[in-house]
């Protein structure tokens, strides 16, 4: 259990005093922090230092520092954001410290500040769509149709399509030129209905 009296320690976003703890400068290497982890977990065990109370304390630093730098994740947040982003990922989680730290910023408070003046927080786009001029016209909104609907009006046109079908009979007069017989006689070359050659007048016997 942690001592009320001692003091708490703030939190920054350097991200130096872990390093510090295990007497390293920022940027070391895994090999860096396990060898100093050793080292100095065994000076300052409390089975080896019975009579001094400020040994388990920092014993518990020394355990508290190994555990964020041997953790690629907490590290990375560490370096960048420092011992605040590990509260902010905590409490929200990992994804959530980029997020947290660029809300933080000034600009994109003033961003925010900005827009919300604009668009009266945000009030159905400046109070009632800037008096009707921004309003989504009536038509532009979506509408449901039932299948079933859609299926019964394709089937009605069909149907009425099926009604509306004009059958022609073949007319007779079709095949009226190959069953009618010739009734007229050729014509020769010359014009002429009759044969070519006059007719003989035969004597009476």
């Known amino acids: 259990m942690e001592d009320p009296n001692r003091p708490q320690r703030k939190m920054s976003r350097a991200g130096e005093s872990l390093y510090q703890v295990l007497g390293l400068q920022k940027g070391?290497?895994?090999?860096?922090i396990k060898k100093a982890y050793r080292k100095l977990a065994l000076r300052h065990h409390p089975d080896k230092n019975p009579d001094n109370p400020?040994?388990?304390?920092?014993?518990k630093d020394i355990n508290n520092a190994n555990s964020i730098l041997s953790d690629e994740n907490k590290r990375r947040i560490y370096d960048e954001y420092g011992s605040m982003g590990l509260y902010v990922a905590e409490q929200f989680g990992e994804e959530s410290v980029k997020y947290y730290f660029l809300m933080s910023k000034w600009w994109f408070k003033l961003?925010?500040?900005c827009c919300s003046c604009i668009t009266c927080c945000c009030c159905f786009c400046c109070c009632c769509f800037c008096c009707g001029k921004c309003k989504p016209r009536e038509g532009d909104e979506d509408y449901y149709?039932?299948?079933e609907d859609l299926e019964n009006e394709l089937r009605q046109q069909e149907a009425e399509e099926e009604d509306n079908v004009i059958i022609i009979q073949p007319s007779s007069d079709a095949g009226k030129g190959e069953s009618t017989p010739i009734?007229?006689?050729p014509h020769?070359?010359?014009g002429s209905s009759?044969?070519?050659n006059?007719?003989?007048a035969l004597p009476d016997k």
């Open 28 to 32: 070391a290497s895994q090999d860096e």
């Open 54 to 59: 400020e040994a388990a304390d920092k014993f």
């Open 111 to 113: 961003l925010v500040c």
């Open 145 to 147: 149709i039932d299948p």
């Open 183 to 185: 009734v007229t006689q």
């Open 188 to 190: 020769s070359a010359n």
């Open 194 to 196: 009759g044969p070519s």
């Open 198 to 200: 006059p007719p003989i």
